[in-house]
């Protein structure tokens, strides 16, 4: 959870607001001295982070690849097939540019 909060240029008290516990709350779940959190919270946290569930109780996933897996989530089955060629064109200019 530090990585994603790190990589989101946020505080403690900016994730404790954002997700409705305290400030200690966020710490003690980073330093993982707070081991059980509610279902609940875990679900405010993904959404505040805009990662799956999943992110928290996989420690492969990375958090470039819980983007991903959120994207997926949220337009999976939404978009036609002219929206994915438009994302695929876009992620092919990417690739190119960071060559």
């Known amino acids: 959870m530090k990585k994603l909060r790190e990589q989101s240029r946020q505080s ?10 305290s400030k200690v709350h966020v710490w003690e779940l980073e330093k993982g001295t707070s081991k059980n959190p509610s279902m609940e919270i875990v679900k405010r946290l ?12 996989d ?3 990375e958090p470039d ?13 939404q978009l036609s097939e002219k929206d994915w060629e438009a994302l695929r064109s876009v992620a092919e200019a990417l ?4 060559s």
């Open 46 to 57: 993904a959404d505040h982070f805009r990662v799956p569930i999943a992110y928290f109780n």
């Open 12 to 21: 403690l008290q900016q994730v404790a607001d954002g997700v409705g516990i």
């Open 95 to 98: 690739k190119a540019k960071k």
């Open 65 to 77: 690849e819980a983007n991903a897996l959120q994207f997926f989530r949220d337009f999976d089955g």
């Open 59 to 61: 420690d492969s996933i």
